[in-house]
């Protein structure tokens, strides 16, 4: 979507090592930010989100970093397995509504 | 729970012809929306709905129609369908109409000749 930006668009890492993929929004006034995996052929689905009242949140493997100055929040995924081979998209909020656009998405490979 | 459950999963129409994506959830959630995913383009939003008898656009909603009758339900209607229209396409819902998880259904690849 036209409001949020999301780099890199591939990525492939060797396993155990890290990624990290990161997004822009322009809207200053988004405070919630999730982040979607979608693996080959399936539906996407949540893997961790982040509010505006907080930098930083972990969920074992994965974080999500904030920085609501520069308007740009960050996953990470620490020691990646095959299985972490998947499209991951950010998203952020437009008005008021669960309105959330989308980026574009970043497909990230983890070699064996 | 079914979730949320799409139907068709596959279909192609001849330019010009309508047709009716199913979309139904069992979880009582308030806000229902559609999507369409083309390569490189993410998720884009066509239409939403907060609740029954209330539906909005979204970034992308010409040439689409929705209607919201039952909190169930929320159809996607193409009028005449077009080759741009050729995509997947996605239902979510969500428990309440504030920022949450969306619950995306299996999705709909549709063709257009």
């Known amino acids: 979507g036209e409001n949020v930006e999301q780099h890199p668009s591939t990525l492939s890492v060797q396993e155990g090592d890290s990624a990290v993929i990161k997004c822009t929004y322009s809207d200053s006034a988004s405070n919630y930010f999730p982040w979607y995996k979608q693996e080959l052929g399936k539906r996407p689905q949540l893997i961790i989100d982040?509010?505006?009242?907080?930098g930083e949140k972990k969920d074992q493997r994965i974080a999500v970093t904030l920085n609501k100055t520069a308007k740009h929040f960050s996953l990470h995924i620490t020691e990646t397995q095959p299985e972490d081979s998947a499209v991951y998209f950010c998203a952020a909020p437009k008005g008021d509504n669960n309105d959330m656009r989308f980026g574009a998405g970043t497909r990230l490979t983890v070699k064996p | 729970n079914a979730g949320v459950t799409q139907t068709p999963k596959f279909q192609v129409l001849k330019t010009g012809q309508s047709m009716t994506l199913q979309c139904a959830q069992d979880?009582?959630?308030?806000?229902m929306s559609w999507y369409r995913q083309d390569p490189g383009m993410g998720l884009r939003l066509i239409h939403y709905s907060v609740g029954a008898g209330i539906t909005d656009q979204g970034e992308v909603p010409n040439g689409y129609n929705v209607s919201r009758s039952t909190t169930e339900d929320f159809p996607l209607r193409l009028l005449s369908a077009a080759p741009s229209q050729t995509s997947v396409y996605f239902c979510?819902?969500?428990?309440?109409?504030?920022?949450?998880?969306?619950?995306f259904g299996e999705g709909s690849r549709l063709t257009v000749l």
């Open positions: 979880m009582n959630h308030e806000y």
């Open positions: 982040i509010r505006s009242n907080v």
């Open positions: 979510a819902s969500s428990y309440s109409r504030d920022y949450g998880e969306l619950f």
